[in-house]
């Protein structure tokens, strides 16, 4: 079992920053890919950046390309998501996810077995 722990949202002007932190806890457990999603209110998940635990390889949603950028502690086993020049329409809660083996790609949430309790930003106009 892998507990995961988001923090770090918050409210913020547009244009600003904001860096999501994830931490994953359990016994004995490995990690295979680590991913950031997101949800607005009256909108579907949504994949928005996810990394390769052990090779570090990164894929990001179009929507956030160039300003937002994920990264990894391997063993502080946490996950940081900085996110830069935020808009309005990055107003979503953000869920951190885990696979401990992989089933799946990286890019699509059902291949993720453990997700975080969620961080609201709000980026307001």
């Known amino acids: 079992q892998v507990q995961l722990v988001e923090s770090g949202g918050g409210l913020v002007q547009a244009g600003g920053s904001l860096r999501l932190s994830c931490v994953a806890s359990g016994r004995a457990f490995n990690l295979y890919n680590m991913g950031w999603f997101r949800q607005a209110p009256g909108k579907e998940r949504e994949f928005v950046a996810a990394?390769?635990?052990?090779?570090?390889?990164?894929g990001y949603a179009d929507s956030v390309k160039g300003r937002f950028t994920i990264s990894r502690d391997n063993a502080k086993k946490t996950l940081w998501l900085q996110m830069n020049s935020l808009k309005p329409e990055d107003t979503a809660v953000y869920y951190c996810?885990?696979?401990?083996?992989?089933?799946?790609?990286?890019?699509?949430?059902?291949?993720?077995?453990?997700w975080g309790q969620g961080t609201q930003v709000t980026v307001s106009s």
């Open positions: 996810a885990a696979q401990s083996t992989y089933s799946g790609s990286y890019y699509h949430g059902e291949a993720y077995g453990y």
């Open positions: 990394i390769s635990w052990i090779a570090g390889s990164t």
